[in-house]
C-alpha cells in the first residue's frame, strides 16, 4: 500500500531559525512530489514539485530537496517568519493513474514563535 | 474573484438539516475535485468531476450528494449528515482529470451537532 509518512509531527521554533521537515514515502513507480503549506482554516498551497529526476528545488526561502533512491524528501525552511506558521503537507504522485492514486501525508505542524 | 472560491465558509448543522456548500473556480479548468480533511488525517478524495461528469466516487456514503452543472461550479449536498462528518472540506481544480497540479479553495469548516 502506497504510504506517505512527514516527520516531526509538530515543532516550535523561533522566528529566524531554520528547520527541516521529512517526508519518506513508499509510492512506487514514482513521478512528483509536491510540498504544500496550509495556513489554519485555508486550502493547500503549492509550495514546489519535484520530479524523480530532479534532487533541489528552491522557492524563495523554501528549499526542497529528493532522494528518489531511498524515497525520502525534505523542506528547509530558512530564517523563519511567523507567517511561517501554518502545515506543511507532502504528496507523491505516482507515474499513472488519476486524482485518487496521490497519496497525502498528514503534515507537520509548524508554529514560529517570538 | 480569482483561484477557487468556497461558500460558506463555515457551517454549523444538526443531524436533520439539509445544507449545501458551493465551489466555485475562475481558472478555467476542467476537472473539479470533493475533498474531506479531518483533523490529524491525510487529506481524502471524496468526488472527481471532469468536464461536469463524476469519473470517481470513492466509496462516500449517499449522505453526500455532489453535483456539477458546469466545469466552473461543484456542490455538495449534504443531509442526514452524522458528528463523524465533522472536517474542513476543500474544493480543487485541475486543468484536466490526471495527476494535474491542483489548486485549492479556502474550505467549509463543517461541524454537525
Known amino acids: 500500500k502506497n504510504q506517505v509518512e512527514q516527520s516531526p509531527q509538530s515543532l516550535i521554533i523561533l522566528e529566524g531559525k531554520n528547520c527541516t521537515l521529512q517526508?519518506?514515502?513508499?509510492?512506487?513507480?514514482?513521478?512528483?512530489l509536491r510540498w504544500y503549506k496550509q495556513d489554519t482554516g485555508r486550502g493547500p498551497v503549492s509550495l514546489t514539485i519535484m520530479t524523480f529526476s530532479e534532487n533541489t528545488k528552491s522557492n524563495g526561502r523554501y528549499t526542497a530537496t529528493l532522494d528518489a533512491d531511498t524515497k525520502q524528501s525534505s523542506l528547509h525552511i530558512t530564517a523563519s517568519q511567523l507567517s511561517d506558521s501554518a502545515s506543511y503537507i507532502c504528496v507523491v504522485s505516482p507515474f499513472t493513474g488519476t486524482a485518487s492514486k496521490l497519496t497525502f501525508g498528514t503534515g507537520t505542524r509548524l508554529q514560529v514563535t517570538l | 474573484e480569482t483561484g477557487v472560491t468556497q461558500t460558506p465558509r463555515h457551517l454549523v448543522m444538526g443531524m436533520t438539516n439539509k445544507k449545501s456548500l458551493k465551489c466555485e473556480q475562475h481558472l478555467g479548468h476542467n476537472a473539479m475535485y470533493w475533498y474531506k480533511q479531518s483533523a490529524k488525517k491525510p487529506l481524502e478524495l471524496m468526488f472527481v468531476?471532469?468536464?461536469?461528469?463524476?469519473?470517481e466516487n470513492n466509496s462516500v456514503p449517499s449522505r453526500f450528494s455532489p453535483e456539477c452543472p458546469n466545469s466552473s461550479h461543484l456542490f455538495l449536498h449534504l443531509h442526514t449528515l452524522q458528528p463523524e462528518d465533522s472536517a474542513l472540506y476543500l474544493c480543487?481544480?485541475?486543468?484536466?482529470?490526471?495527476?494535474?497540479?491542483?489548486?485549492f479553495g479556502p474550505g467549509t469548516r463543517l461541524t454537525v451537532t
Open positions: 468531476y471532469n468536464f461536469k461528469e463524476q469519473t
Open positions: 517526508c519518506n514515502y513508499t509510492v512506487s513507480p514514482f513521478s512528483n
Open positions: 480543487a481544480s485541475s486543468q484536466a482529470r490526471g495527476l494535474y497540479e491542483q489548486y
